[in-house]
């Protein structure tokens, strides 16, 4: 069973290597701009790539933004670096660049972390998931077994509309 009540306290979450983080809840709002700054990271992306072709500059350092699997990929691993920078408070399992300390939580730091498989995408899945469980908790009834444009039928239903004819008007002879 899954309470319909928006969590509001930071809450952990357990990834892969060891590494634990502390987020705190996702909202529409924060999805939101997630994925509008990951939209318009793609598309500057984009543009680099677009005018380098056209100058006939080397792309070799840009993903290959022609192939529609490559741009999709580009865009997920884009959002999940979005949520984890908007959204990680704190986490335990990373270690700063001299392997004695706790490296601190920064854009750069979470973007490094978040690109190593698997942790960005059980980030990914963990984070969104309750989001997901909670939205199918409230739309729990379903369509109907005729669905949704299905003929409704039952003694109060409306008859058909009587038609009468109505013609275009006759386009002008010249």
């Known amino acids: 069973m899954i309470s319909l009540s928006t969590p509001k306290d930071a809450f952990d979450l357990d990834l892969p290597y060891g590494i634990t983080v502390t987020v705190k809840p996702l909202t529409s709002s924060g999805m939101s701009a997630a994925q ?10 984009e543009s680099q790539y677009r005018e380098r072709k056209e ?3 080397l792309t070799d350092d840009l993903p290959d933004l022609d192939d529609a699997a490559e741009r999709d990929g580009l865009y997920h691993g884009l959002l999940v670096h979005e949520l984890a920078a908007r959204h990680i408070l704190a986490w335990s399992g990373v270690l700063a660049e001299d392997g004695e300390s706790e490296a601190p939580v920064s854009r750069e730091a979470v973007a490094a972390v978040m690109d190593l498989y698997p942790v960005g995408e059980r980030f990914f899945q963990e984070f969104t998931l309750r989001q997901v469980l909670l ?6 009834s379903g369509p109907s077994a005729a669905g949704t444009s299905g003929r409704a039928e039952g003694r109060n239903t409306a008859g058909a509309a009587k038609s009468k004819d109505s013609p275009a008007p006759k386009a002008a002879s010249a």
Not at 36 to 45: G, M, N, T, W
Not at 135 to 140: L, R
């Open 55 to 57: 100058a006939g500059l």
């Open 135 to 140: 939205n199918a908790a409230k739309n729990a």
């Open 36 to 45: 509008a700054a990951a939209r318009r990271r793609l598309e500057s992306l």
